[in-house]
T-cell receptor, first 112, second 110 residues
Framework: DGGITQSPKYLFRKEGQNVTLSCEQN?????MYWYRQDPGQGLRLIYY???????QKGDIAEGYSVSREKKESFPLTVTSAQKNPTAFYLC???????????FGPGTRLTVL | AQSVSQHNHHVILSEAASLELGCNYS??????LFWYVQYPGQHLQLLLK??????LVKGIKGFEAEFIKSKFSFNLRKPSVQWSDTAEYFC????????FGSGTKLNVKP
């Protein structure tokens, strides 16, 4: 069953703690993406990666970090430097950069 | 800078009404254009896409979109909406980096 897995579905953290969101795909896609979805603001790109061991900042990368050590995995760390981390986070992948994207179910992060 | 604008943030229609959602983009090069849909409680999924060729593209569930290069537009249309079309719709440019519009929430009244 091919697709994109994001875990957990809901995540709660205390202010000041770093938290890592998981994203795994078994579609053999080269490109992966992280978005933040807030009401009325659409999807805003945090980071994207076109190939293993390479990634680029998106529009709102401040306070976030990523790694791409394996083709199938693209974890996102929300650091304590992110001023407003409570949001819905979506991971996506595509065969290569610029292609149709396939989305995961998302992780809703709440920072208390 | 690249951008995607969706003009309607919230649209309410009755069943069988016609739908047109506006999308304009700002980008200097060749673009791939997409419409994605997010049904309540479901993943974002592709509705239709334009890469090249016929500027009128057809997607799933009777949706279509027309690419008008001179107007930098890629509007989404459906002749007759159903209650099951209630969802949020996003226009996107898959240049690198990709850009999404702010979304349009469509509410179809039965």
């Amino acid at each position: 069953d091919g697709g994109i897995t994001q875990s957990p579905k809901y995540l709660f953290r205390k202010e000041g703690q770093n938290v890592t969101l998981s994203c795994e795909q078994n579609l053999n896609h080269d490109a992966m993406y992280w978005y933040r979805q807030d009401p009325g603001q659409g999807l805003r790109l945090i980071y994207y990666s076109q190939i293993v061991n390479d990634f680029q900042k998106g529009d709102i990368a401040e306070g976030y970090s990523v790694s791409r050590e394996k083709k199938e995995s693209f974890p996102l760390t929300v650091t304590s430097a992110q001023k407003n981390p409570t949001a819905f986070y979506l991971c996506a992948s595509s065969i290569k950069g610029g292609d149709e994207q396939f989305f995961g179910p998302g992780t809703r992060l709440t920072v208390l | 800078a690249q951008s995607v604008s969706q003009h309607n943030h919230h649209v309410i229609l009755s069943e069988a009404a016609s739908l047109e959602l506006g999308c304009n983009y700002s980008y200097g090069g060749t673009v791939n254009l997409f419409w994605y849909v997010q049904y309540p409680g479901q993943h974002l999924q592709l509705l239709l896409k334009y890469f090249s060729g016929d500027p009128l593209v057809k997607g799933i569930k009777g949706f279509e979109a027309e690419f008008i290069k001179s107007k930098f537009s890629f509007n989404l249309r459906k002749p007759s909406v159903q209650w099951s079309d209630t969802a949020e719709y996003f226009c996107a440019v898959n240049a690198l980096p990709p850009q999404f519009g702010s979304g349009t929430k469509l509410n179809v009244k039965p």
